[in-house]
């Protein structure tokens, strides 16, 4: 599904050329079923791809109380995200699509428009599950909140069965 949103007020005009790609990772299975994809996209386009991956911030264990943080389980928190999304990049480099990738702590969906930002993405290609009705509304959802905030146009690819995922 590509998602294109009409140009916030004071961004720039819609069209033009794509030289680079976000997508989000997560480290699952299920986010990284978009890398052929998007490595297709990229090499069709002459595109540049970027890898995203948020961070999550310490969280309280119930409200009120103060979140746990141990700053050397967040730097390996970090280290690991790092590592993966280098061993992404490295594949992508790899296939002949220019790669790098970021890191930031935080919350998802903000973490990805920041990201698109920062990166100064023309795209964001990124998985989702397909959930709709009750699913969505009791997981929430990072795609719809992505497709609600980005402005910039989404990809959002489903994998059509459980083999593209494992």
């Not at 599904?1 to 299920?30: C, F, H, Q, W, Y």
């Not at 995203?52 to 141990?70: C, K, M, R, S, T």
Request: proline share 5%; hydrophobic share 50%; glycine share 10%.
């Amino acid at each position: 599904m590509l998602v294109v949103r009409p140009p916030a007020e004071g961004t720039a005009e819609a069209g033009g050329n794509i030289g680079k790609i976000l997508i989000p990772l997560d480290g699952s299975a299920l986010a990284a079923s978009v890398l052929p994809f998007a490595a297709d996209l990229a090499k069709l386009l002459g595109a540049t791809i970027s890898l995203f991956h948020a961070v999550a911030e310490p969280v309280a264990l119930y409200p009120g109380a103060e979140a746990i943080f141990d700053a050397n389980v967040q730097k390996e928190v970090e280290a690991g995200a790092r590592k993966h999304l280098a061993s992404a990049a490295q594949r992508l480099v790899e296939q002949g699509v220019p790669a790098n990738f970021v890191t930031n702590f935080g919350n998802t969906v903000d973490g990805i428009v920041w990201a698109s930002e920062r990166e100064k993405a023309d795209l964001i290609v990124m998985s989702t599950h397909g959930r709709s009705g009750i699913g969505r509304l009791v997981l929430g959802s990072v795609a719809d909140g992505v497709v609600r905030r980005a402005c910039l146009p989404v990809i959002l690819v489903r994998p059509r069965d459980e083999k593209e995922i494992n």
